[in-house]
């Protein structure tokens, strides 16, 4: 169901007239018509995708929060590339990335409902990882040297803005103040959880005595931090809501690694591995679905007349695998069958 009270097209319209008024007086007009349209195009896009989204049920507020956050951050980020000095044929690539990151991190962070300062500073993080990341890859190709990729990782056009605006307030005024110019950190109200999440307290270590359940969500959180974040949502999914915000807020703890006992985090993360499924489970298991797929995209006679030249054990395991059942053979040779049977639909 569509968002009530949500007009995404307006709200990037008007996101990208104020956009308009603040880029930078020294561009020219291909960087400028660059930055206007780069906010524009994601605010609509990230707009429409939440507008149409029947997963996680955003609200108004929400939608208008993560919306604006995506443009602001795109106009930050679409400056800080033309100062750079970056060829444009590389400047897209950058910003896709960097927006489907805010995006991705957005939706995790409103879902967990976490605070709005956590929020913000969790995607400022992601933002300055997935710059980073961006320029370090142009660097590794050898299509930019370190020196550009040295002068791009400085760039901050946000933090030059801020400190702007922190040199006029201590300034002594000499007219009455201006209307504050240029993007802010976003101030909208993000909507709480009936019961708010406890602040983090991690001025001690985290000791063996804590609740067994915490001990393992921190576990979780220590190894979450070495996935990438496409998969952090897929992971979180499967935990109770309180739970993954409680995974989601140790992740970003500074240092985690040092507060925790090492020798308890082995002892649960052991404890953990002995409940979930042995890697040859999950791996037949996932052959298992693979040959159903491909099974059923087959015509039945073109399937018939495959499975009749193969050997006896072939035809075994594809049938078996069609009822959801794994015939017992070394889970290599099956992958084989497996990629042999979907390369023939």
Same mark, same amino acid.
């Given at each position: 169901?569509?968002?009530?009270?949500?007009?995404?097209?307006?709200?990037?319209?008007?996101?990208?007239?104020?956009?308009?008024?603040?880029?930078?007086?020294?561009?020219?007009?291909?960087?400028?018509?660059?930055?206007?349209?780069?906010?524009?195009?994601?605010?609509?896009?990230?707009?429409?995708?939440?507008?149409?989204?029947?997963?996680?049920?955003?609200?108004?507020?929400?939608?208008?929060?993560?919306?604006?956050?995506?443009?602001?951050?795109?106009?930050?980020?679409?400056?800080?590339?033309?100062?750079?000095?970056?060829?444009?044929?590389?400047?897209?690539?950058?910003?896709?990335?960097?927006?489907?990151?805010?995006?991705?991190?957005?939706?995790?962070?409103?879902?967990?409902?976490?605070?709005?300062?956590?929020?913000?500073?969790?995607?400022?993080?992601?933002?300055?990882?997935?710059?980073?990341?961006?320029?370090?890859?142009?660097?590794?190709?050898?299509?930019?040297?370190?020196?550009?990729?040295?002068?791009?990782?400085?760039?901050?056009?946000?933090?030059?803005?801020?400190?702007?605006?922190?040199? /006029?307030?201590?300034? +002594?005024?000499? %007219?009455? $103040?201006?209307? &504050?110019?240029?993007?802010? #950190? =976003? /101030?909208?109200?993000? +909507?709480?959880? %009936?019961? $708010?999440?406890? &602040?983090?307290?991690?001025? #001690? =270590?985290?000791?063996?005595?804590?609740?067994?359940?915490?001990?393992?969500?921190?576990?979780?959180?220590?190894?979450?931090?070495?996935?990438?974040?496409?998969?952090?949502?897929?992971?979180?999914?499967?935990?109770?809501?309180?739970?993954?915000?409680?995974?989601?807020?140790?992740?970003?703890?500074?240092?985690?690694?040092?507060?925790?006992?090492?020798?308890?985090?082995?002892?649960?993360?052991?404890?953990?591995?002995?409940?979930?499924?042995?890697?040859?489970?999950?791996?037949?298991?996932?052959?298992?679905?693979?040959?159903?797929?491909?099974?059923?995209?087959?015509?039945?006679?073109?399937?018939?007349?495959?499975?009749?030249?193969?050997?006896?054990?072939?035809?075994?395991?594809?049938?078996?695998?069609?009822?959801?059942?794994?015939?017992?053979?070394?889970?290599?040779?099956?992958?084989?069958?497996?990629?042999?049977?979907?390369?023939?639909?």
């Amino acid at each position: 169901m569509a968002i009530q009270g949500f007009d995404y097209e307006a709200f990037a319209q008007n996101l990208t007239t104020q956009a308009q008024e603040i880029v930078p007086a020294d561009f020219n007009a291909n960087q400028k018509q660059y930055v206007v349209n780069t906010l524009m195009n994601f605010s609509r896009l990230a707009g429409e995708a939440l507008y149409n989204d029947t997963e996680n049920n955003f609200n108004a507020d929400q939608a208008v929060m993560i919306t604006q956050i995506i443009a602001e951050w795109s106009f930050h980020k679409s400056v800080d590339l033309i100062r750079s000095g970056i060829p444009q044929q590389f400047w897209d690539p950058i910003m896709q990335k960097i927006a489907f990151t805010i995006f991705e991190i957005a939706k995790q962070t409103f879902k967990q409902n976490l605070p709005q300062d956590q929020i913000l500073q969790l995607i400022e993080h992601h933002v300055k990882k997935a710059w980073d990341e961006a320029l370090q890859e142009l660097k590794d190709r050898n299509l930019i040297d370190e020196g550009l990729r040295e002068k791009a990782a400085g760039q901050s056009n946000i933090d030059s803005m801020m400190q702007d605006m922190q040199q /006029q307030e201590s300034s +002594p005024p000499q %007219a009455p $103040p201006a209307p &504050a110019a240029g993007p802010q #950190k =976003p /101030q909208a109200p993000v +909507p709480a959880s %009936a019961n $708010p999440p406890a &602040a983090i307290d991690m001025s #001690k =270590p985290i000791e063996a005595y804590k609740p067994p359940k915490l001990l393992k969500l921190v576990a979780v959180a220590l190894l979450l931090k070495r996935v990438t974040d496409d998969r952090v949502q897929t992971i979180l999914n499967r935990f109770e809501q309180d739970d993954a915000g409680t995974v989601l807020r140790y992740m970003y703890v500074d240092d985690l690694e040092e507060k925790v006992d090492p020798t308890v985090t082995m002892r649960v993360l052991e404890d953990i591995g002995r409940n979930l499924p042995s890697a040859t489970e999950v791996n037949t298991n996932m052959l298992v679905e693979r040959v159903k797929s491909a099974a059923e995209m087959m015509d039945r006679q073109k399937l018939e007349s495959f499975v009749q030249v193969e050997r006896p054990n072939v035809r075994r395991f594809i049938f078996n695998a069609m009822e959801g059942e794994f015939y017992k053979m070394p889970p290599r040779v099956a992958a084989v069958i497996a990629s042999h049977l979907e390369h023939s639909v």
